[in-house]
C-alpha cells in the first residue's frame, strides 16, 4: 500500500535549522505532485510548500519564502524541506501530501496519500 513517511522534525531554537524529509513508497512517485503542508494547534493546515512532479517548479508560502526550500529525489522517491531561520510560528505538526493529478501547489483537499506527520517545536 503507498506511504508517505516524514521524518526529521523534533526542538530547535529560534533561528534555528531542520531538514524534514518525506520518503515514499507504493507509489510511483515522479508521478505525483507534492506539497508540506503544517498544522499548528487551534489552527487550520496550511500549504508551506508545493514541489512539481519533476521538480522544476516550487512555490511556498508568503511566509516560509525565502527561508525553506523544498525539493525532491525522484530516484530516491523522497522530498525535503530544508527549514532555516526558524520562528516561533513555524512550530507546528508538519505533514507531506501527494496528489496523482492535481496540479503545483494543490489544495488539502484534493491530495490523494497523506503522510502521518512530524512534529517540529521551536523554543525561543
Known amino acids: 500500500q503507498v506511504q508517505l513517511v516524514e521524518s526529521g522534525g523534533g526542538l530547535v531554537q529560534a533561528g534555528g535549522s531542520l531538514r524534514l524529509s518525506c520518503a515514499a513508497s507504493g507509489l510511483t512517485f515522479s508521478y505525483y505532485a507534492m506539497n508540506w503542508f503544517r498544522q499548528a494547534p487551534g489552527k487550520e493546515r496550511e500549504l508551506v510548500a508545493g514541489?512539481?512532479?519533476?521538480?522544476?517548479?516550487?512555490v511556498y508560502a508568503g511566509a516560509v519564502k525565502g527561508r525553506f526550500t523544498i525539493s525532491r529525489d525522484n530516484a530516491k522517491r523522497t522530498m525535503y524541506l530544508q527549514m532555516n531561520a526558524l520562528k516561533s510560528e513555524g512550530a507546528a505538526v508538519y505533514y507531506c501530501?501527494?496528489?496523482?493529478?492535481?496540479?503545483?501547489?494543490?489544495?488539502?483537499?484534493?491530495?490523494?496519500?497523506w503522510g502521518q506527520g512530524t512534529q517540529v517545536t521551536v523554543s525561543s
Open positions: 514541489i512539481s512532479r519533476s521538480g522544476g517548479a516550487t
Open positions: 501530501a501527494a496528489a496523482r493529478w492535481s496540479g503545483l501547489g494543490f489544495g488539502s483537499s484534493t491530495a490523494d496519500y
